[in-house]
């Protein structure tokens, strides 16, 4: 049923991008609820719960995907806190950044690379708060 | 030493790639040898040999980004298999290709696909012949 | 209900892209038969099935999409015939891709008109049999 | 002759681009004022001085393309008005933004949704000091 | 006058194009002729008649960027003869193709120097010929 | 060797880029300092330091791309003021700007001209300066 799909996808996408997920969906809410509501039924309800792939894999299919497209930064920002989230560490992150310089070019690599600066810069913050 | 990154990168190569990955480089001897050489030496000398990210992972990212590239199918193919080679399962390669058509789109999915679908077969048409 | 989207997209599907669309659904069913329902449920279910936009001027905006992207030629065959389907005539389907050339290039452009020219071609030989 | 190429462009850009465009036209006349020249002979003075397409229709397929472009949010804030002032709703504008999810992924949809957002707020503070 | 452009655009293609550009317009007469005067009038007619920057740079530029958008392989056949016909060597779009793996990534490269492989081979048959 | 590389990559950053390039790496020290160092090595240790295409053309070719590309802003940036530094004319840079409306759209073109017109008014307050 529909309220399962968007149940199971908002649990899934707290799980994995946690606030600024919420954030993304938030933002949505005056301009185009439907799209937020797409956003958590499709990727999340659907796609990331799906027992093929685990998440911490599909979340380096993400940052690495986001890199390469150019002009995702500001889902990149979501995706690269995502993948901390999940699992993966700094390194592994800034390796499939780098890896996507053959890929997608040292634009795109720079570009991201740029981000994953100010994600781990935040998180730092955040860290020396509590 | 120049030599050891080439060595380095033509291993890496042949482990991930195999004969896909081969066939690549003998194709620029004739016009464009140097393309051949950086392709060996900093993709895979350089960046695929290094330690912080293990070797499905990368196959991982690299699937998702060539999908989401959309006009790189050919590379695409060779490093589906690349993906079979290092562990990567069927199943898995097709997980990633469907997240995709939340990233880059349902064609850039879609076209995908139809190369997963060439190479599966041409593996299994292979498997009968043994 | 899951099968309400289901049936509601795959009626839309037919009503739009007719034949093509099916066989897009129909060469999947061997390799990612849920990728086949996705694309039924979440384009067509969903997406297609909204109210807020007639369904010429969704097509209008599929063709134009598709051809600004480069990469997505197999999906531009089976929208132009889904914008004829729809109502959109062979002259406002040449106007969108010549319009094209202002915001993707004239390769995308051109490389469109290389494919409506295809699919218009197809029309007539099938029309001649009748 | 040159000059009806030209005065027939204008006078279409300011039809649908309004102050939006003449900006843009403006912010060229000290670096390349035949950038501009062309931008208002070429789309305007030629493309959407076709009679092929109504202006409605070709707005529907310029916001659609700049949105799956990904790398043309200035334009696409130009033509978001562009569309308003011939004759789309904004709800239009809205679905046609979501359709692109399909199309181009999530990242493009969301961040031409960001745009339509600041470009409705933009409209509606203009509103209130009248 | 609108006939001049058209006079001076036709005679630029045929100076860099040649016969491969000529084919181009062609194809498109009977199914957008329009399309093929805008692309005589406005590449060819406006900006490849520009005195502000030699034909050489100007063939030297477009392969970088048909190489780099990694759809337009069609339009980059027609220009890698256009490069060799105003003066460029075969060594030169070699380099540049190389050159274009560190912006665009290696697939575009190697699927740039597929096209040009293609080209050179052909005009050496063309030359036996003679 | 390696450290050959590496330092023929460095004084080829500085004669072209100058500072820019410079700021580049020493963004990437505390993030990841691999890829500056893969920057120095790769694009301008192997790409640049090859005799078959001068500087200036190369430049030339790097901006175009970087043009057409539509996500590499930042980048062209840097490279704007490389063509400058290796003897291209802002009248030339502004030219292979205009050419990419024919190639990527004007879109991409308008945006890179807002660069270009950054970059020289940033040089023309140093000129002050001095």
Known sequence: MEEERYK???EKLKQIDGEAGEKVI???KDIAPDLGKYTIEFPFGDVYSRPGLDLKSREIATVAALTALGH???QLKVHINGALNVGCTREEIIEIIIQMAV???F???LNAMSIAKEVFEARDRNRLKE
Chains 1, 2, 3, 4, 5, 6 share one sequence.
């Open 103 to 105: 890929y997608a070019g």
């Open 26 to 28: 938030d933002s949505l």
């Open 8 to 10: 199971r996808g908002w």
């Open 107 to 109: 634009p795109a690599a």
């Open 72 to 74: 995702a930064l500001p």
